[in-house]
């Protein structure tokens, strides 16, 4: 046997301890752009000044956050006077079910008043807003006209105005700000799940929207409002963004954002669409009707759908988690409706929600008469063009 050089072993050995700790020169540790977005809430020094010695409240819920803190931590650390904190539908903590409606009570662990906007009242009154001096919108947002946060924004707009209370947004990307789609909103079905003439997809930031709601005059207050908007630093609105943060309990993950404008026109009908599963928004069954072979039972899941449709009753139909998606496909809803016509059964068993959603009964009605995905997307092209037009001067992103 050849007897290894016990030299040669402690040369190799220190060899390898010292290269161990030589670090690369030349190493890139820089990311690419669209990771490198800076949010409105994390330039804090910006927006300060304009805090200090005032009266301060938040319309925010879990998605502000400042990096790792809540953005309400942050301020108060920044000895910041917070008076009372807003709080939109699914809560202060993002964890009530959609429509759930909730009272106002008091933040637990820093004792400030939380207003709840998602109750009796989703404007608060001017006893509400006296000895305000500055309201702060930050709300991470999906980019779809029927998701509620933008018509809290609206609503909480009209409230500083009427109380000559300055209101401040600080800005965050559209996870769908590439695309433009669908039907314009038509003043006769405008709700709380759609209150501006604007595409159910609009490809604007909240601070865009806002910029448009005062612009074009939406306001209904008498009052001029004061507005200020923080943009995001490095953010164009066709750069791909995942939340860090699910916006609400049933959109848990980019893909699920991405089909939510698909197929939330599914809450009108009788169909799942997930909720009560671990992957809300992200497939599509039924009982007795089905496309596709995929089953999931939904189940009472607190926090996120209580009363899910077909709770603990097996479905099937599709599987859409592996599918990639982009903006509004009118695919679903349509052979979705084919299949419940050619067994003579209701599917738009609420019409009327339906038509709020979408903005308009046209969409309805063609869907029911038969027409395709292109006919139908002719229809709102007109409207799609000139909102395009009306959006430019409101636009802070490429």
Known sequence: MKLVNPIKVIILF????????????????????????????????????????????????QTSKVFDEHLVDVLLKKDIDIKMIFAPEHGFRGNRDAGE???????????????????????????TMKNLDVIIFDIQDVGVRFYTYISTMHYMMEAAADAGVEFMVLDRPNPNGAFVDGPILEEEFRSFVGMHPIPLLHGM??????????????????????????????????????????????????????LYPSLAFFEATPVSIGRGTPFPFQVIGHEN??????????ISMPGAASKPKFMNIRVQGEDLRQVVSHGLNL?????????FAEREVTFFNSPKFMDKLAGTD?????????????????????????????????????
């Open 101 to 127: 409606k909730f009272d106002s009570s008091i933040d637990t662990k820093t004792g400030i008043p939380l207003v709840s906007l998602y109750g009796k009242n989703r404007k608060p009154s001017l006893s």
């Open 205 to 258: 930031t909240v601070a865009e929207l806002a910029l448009m709601i005062k612009g074009e005059g939406w306001l209904t207050s008498e009052k001029e409002l004061s507005l200020t908007v923080h943009k995001v630093q490095h953010y164009q609105r066709n750069s791909p963004y995942s939340l860090p943060i699910k916006p609400s309990p049933n959109l848990p993950n980019a893909h699920s954002i991405a």
């Open 362 to 398: 046209k969409l309805r009605k063609a869907i029911m008469a038969g027409k395709s995905a292109e006919q139908i997307r002719l229809s709102w092209r007109a409207g799609i063009i000139d909102f395009k037009q009306k959006r430019k001067p409101y636009l802070l992103y490429h």
């Open 331 to 339: 695919r679903y809803i349509l052979s979705w409706y084919k299949a």
């Open 289 to 298: 009707i089905h496309i596709g072979g995929f089953n999931f039972t939904p």
């Open 14 to 61: 220190l060899s390898f301890y010292a290269c161990s700790f030589i670090l690369p020169v030349s190493a890139n540790t820089s990311k690419p752009v669209e990771h490198n977005i800076i949010v409105g809430a994390e330039q804090v020094e910006q927006y300060l000044p304009q805090l200090k010695g005032k009266n301060v409240a938040l319309v925010v819920n």
